[in-house]
């Protein structure tokens, strides 16, 4: 299986805390089948747009370099791909611009695009546009954990007819996050919103790196085939920077 969306580098965002959590993560990974992982560190480390925060590209790259290094040391199968989980916003958008924002495999072809909290900002769709003149297509993150997007489907609906994909958190199919985000998330699968599964690791306990749960629950809903093609197909094109579909 492959990964697009983890917090694995250490010591940058609120993912892994060390150089043995990020390892610990990766064993995990493995063990539950996933082979290829995409770091995607918030692009600001702390909550605020603070542009003396940042993970720059060569951050993030000089961090999956040496995290690739202590994987051969240990002997861990896991492929690390650069990426970056993005906020939307036009600081970030500037900061994309100017190279200073790292798209998924730096092929400048897709985009996590991480949403504020608990709202939704209007100005949502000029940036996705804005994206895709740049021949990005923007993958809107875990919309079934969003409040906004919980309460009124119609506005993920509209991104996907705008040319967006969707990533859902696999775990949210399990259940890990209640009752409630497990009823939408099924709600969103079956009405066919959603295009792939990753994991939003954030550590080895409270947001571990597991995918084989949640794909054993989306084949009761889609089927297995399909289930696989959005934990490989799909993510393997994501980060070739071909198109999906
Ligand atoms: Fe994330």
């Not at 940042?54 to 999956?64: R, S, W």
């Not at 290094?69 to 958008?93: A, W």
């Not at 939704?120 to 993958?139: K, S, V």
Request: hydrophobic share 40%; glycine share 6%.
């Amino acid at each position: 299986m492959i990964d697009i969306h983890a917090h694995i580098l250490p010591g940058v965002d609120d993912g892994a805390k060390n150089w043995e959590q990020s390892l610990e993560m990766a064993r995990m990974a493995v063990a539950d089948g996933i082979t290829v992982m995409v770091a995607t560190p918030h692009l600001f480390k702390g909550r605020s747009t603070d542009l003396t925060q940042l993970n720059t590209k060569e951050i993030i790259l000089q961090h999956v370099a040496q995290l690739r290094h202590r994987l051969s040391e240990e002997r861990i199968p896991l492929e690390l791909i650069p990426g970056c989980d993005f906020p939307l916003g036009f600081e970030s958008l500037k900061l994309l611009d100017d190279g200073r924002a790292l798209t998924i495999n730096d092929a400048k072809r897709y985009l996590l695009l991480e949403l504020p909290d608990t709202s939704l900002p209007p100005a949502i769709e000029e940036i996705c546009f804005h994206l895709q003149a740049r021949g990005i297509t923007p993958i809107i993150t875990h919309p079934e954990r969003h409040l906004v997007m919980q309460e009124m489907p119609y506005k993920l609906k509209r991104l996907i007819d705008l040319g967006c994909l969707v990533q859902m958190t696999g775990n949210s199919l399990t259940g890990w996050f209640g009752r409630r985000v497990k009823k939408i998330a099924r709600q969103f699968v079956k009405l066919g919103y959603i295009h792939l599964l990753a994991t939003d690791a954030h550590d080895p306990k409270r947001r571990p790196p597991l995918l084989s749960a949640a794909v054993a629950e989306l084949s009761r809903l889609v089927g297995e085939k399909r289930a696989r093609a959005m934990v490989s197909d799909i993510p393997g094109k994501i980060i070739a920077g071909e198109p999906c579909f």
